[in-house]
């Protein structure tokens, strides 16, 4: 096995257009990792950890991408990065193709999209101080006349941030999990970027912690117009950060629409038993729950058919066998499943089929 077999995907449906240009364009996104076994490391198999994504972010916006651990969600953020080289598909920056772009002209791209990691300690180095961890990107990309033009700025962001500019002399260790993400929020926004990938910036923090961060970074989109593709796994938090929301399984979206229409009206299987496993703050209160037997497959033997069937509280036969498409099934409203009625209100025809971008 010397290549990635092809993907078995339906024909593709030109997907919707925003009423503004989009910032981010993703179409197609493909990451399969090879399975090396024997003496001479041969390849003897594929990870599918993204399966044809598509979906695209307008200016200013936040569009969460949701999903348990192992749906392929920081997989699709880190190749949109190029922090991983996608297997096929194209990533468009503002009209750039961020993945025929030489090593040297990404870089220069980089000021434009930048990422917050899920670990505020393990993505900053212990052996800097924080001052220097945020001057680093000035310092690379030459932003400012000289080193004392680079340190005001390091002040003005750590106070945009909530830090006290006097900290600059201290190391990681010497500040609380929330206080570090304010750091690497600040990294993110030393060169001023017009998209930031966060990818769990809050997952690591106690909930008090959580909130405070989440909105820092509304406050500063507000500010300064930044577009977040935000991944998470906790809905509660999508519903108070995003304007629409991508739920993907096991390297496939399944569902996409805007947030108030995936919490008042979610169609597919997965969603919904994902919105039902948000914990009531009422102890008095009971939630109807739809229980999700078994563990997510393995990427690297996908089921065939639609991937959720194995787990699916609703499986027909047609999901052992036919793959859904992804179909609009209201303005703005996409799902991958054959029992969520169409626009005609008829089962989703299996001529139409396509990948959703917003």
Same mark, same amino acid.
């Given at each position: /096995?010397?290549?990635?077999?092809?993907?078995?995907?339906?024909?593709? #449906?030109?997907? +919707?257009?925003?009423?503004?240009? +989009?910032?981010?364009?993703?179409?197609?996104?493909?990451?399969?990792?090879?399975?090396?076994?024997? %003496?001479?490391?041969?390849?003897?198999?594929?990870?599918?950890?993204?399966?044809?994504?598509?979906?695209?972010?307008?200016?200013? =916006?936040?569009?969460?991408?949701?999903?348990?651990?192992?749906?392929?969600?920081?997989?699709? *953020?880190?190749?949109?990065?190029?922090?991983? =080289?996608?297997?096929?598909?194209?990533?468009?920056?503002?009209?750039?193709?961020?993945?025929?772009?030489?090593?040297?002209?990404?870089? &220069?791209? &980089? $000021?434009?999209?930048?990422?917050?990691?899920?670990?505020?300690? *393990?993505?900053?180095?212990?052996? /800097?101080?924080?001052?220097?961890? #945020?001057?680093?990107?000035?310092?690379?990309? $030459?932003?400012?006349?000289?080193?004392?033009?680079?340190?005001? /700025?390091?002040?003005?962001?750590?106070?945009?941030?909530? %830090?006290?500019? *006097? /900290?600059?002399?201290?190391?990681?260790?010497?500040?609380?999990?929330?206080?570090?993400?304010?750091?690497?929020?600040?990294?993110?926004?030393?060169? &001023?970027?017009?998209?930031?990938?966060?990818?769990?910036?809050?997952?690591?923090?106690?909930?008090?912690?959580?909130?405070?961060?989440?909105?820092?970074?509304?406050?500063?989109?507000?500010?300064?117009?930044?577009?977040?593709?935000?991944?998470?796994?906790?809905?509660?938090?999508?519903?108070?950060?995003?304007? $629409?929301?991508?739920?993907?399984?096991?390297?496939? %979206?399944?569902?996409?629409?805007?947030? =108030?229409?995936?919490?008042?009206?979610?169609?597919?299987?997965?969603?919904?038993?994902?919105?039902?496993?948000? @914990?009531?703050?009422?102890?008095? &209160?009971?939630?109807?729950?739809?229980?999700?037997?078994?563990?997510?497959?393995?990427?690297?033997?996908? +089921?065939?058919?639609?991937?959720?069937?194995?787990? !699916?509280?609703?499986?027909?036969?047609? !999901?052992?066998?036919?793959? @859904?498409?992804?179909?609009?099934?209201?303005?703005?409203?996409?799902?991958? !499943?054959?029992?969520?009625?169409? +626009?005609?209100?008829?089962?989703?025809?299996?001529?139409?089929?396509?990948?959703?971008?917003?």
């Amino acid at each position: /096995m010397s290549a990635p077999p092809a993907a078995v995907a339906p024909p593709v #449906v030109s997907p +919707p257009r925003a009423a503004s240009a +989009p910032l981010l364009e993703v179409e197609g996104l493909t990451k399969h990792f090879p399975i090396r076994r024997g %003496l001479f490391a041969r390849v003897s198999g594929w990870v599918r950890a993204v399966d044809g994504v598509s979906f695209s972010i307008r200016p200013g =916006e936040t569009l969460a991408l949701v999903g348990e651990s192992g749906s392929g969600k920081t997989t699709t *953020g880190r190749c949109i990065l190029r922090l991983l =080289e996608p297997t096929s598909g194209s990533v468009r920056f503002d009209g750039t193709d961020l993945l025929g772009l030489a090593p040297r002209e990404m870089r &220069r791209m &980089r $000021r434009q999209i930048q990422v917050v990691f899920q670990d505020p300690y *393990g993505s900053l180095n212990p052996r /800097m101080r924080v001052g220097t961890i #945020v001057r680093e990107p000035l310092d690379i990309h $030459r932003i400012g006349k000289n080193r004392a033009e680079r340190d005001a /700025m390091v002040a003005r962001l750590l106070e945009r941030v909530g %830090l006290d500019p *006097g /900290m600059v002399r201290r190391y990681p260790h010497e500040f609380s999990g929330g206080q570090r993400q304010r750091i690497g929020v600040a990294r993110a926004l030393a060169l &001023r970027p017009r998209l930031i990938v966060a990818d769990e910036p809050v997952s690591a923090l106690d909930v008090s912690v959580q909130a405070q961060v989440i909105n820092l970074l509304i406050d500063l989109q507000q500010e300064l117009g930044i577009a977040y593709l935000f991944i998470a796994h906790d809905l509660a938090l999508v519903e108070r950060i995003a304007d $629409r929301v991508a739920v993907m399984y096991l390297g496939k %979206l399944v569902e996409l629409a805007p947030v =108030e229409e995936i919490f008042k009206n979610p169609l597919h299987p997965y969603t919904k038993a994902l919105l039902q496993a948000i @914990p009531v703050p009422d102890p008095t &209160r009971a939630r109807e729950r739809t229980v999700i037997r078994g563990e997510i497959p393995s990427p690297a033997a996908p +089921p065939p058919g639609c991937r959720f069937h194995t787990r !699916c509280p609703v499986v027909v036969e047609t !999901c052992r066998r036919v793959e @859904p498409p992804l179909v609009e099934v209201a303005p703005g409203h996409w799902a991958a !499943c054959h029992l969520v009625p169409g +626009p005609a209100g008829d089962a989703a025809p299996s001529s139409r089929r396509g990948a959703a971008s917003g």
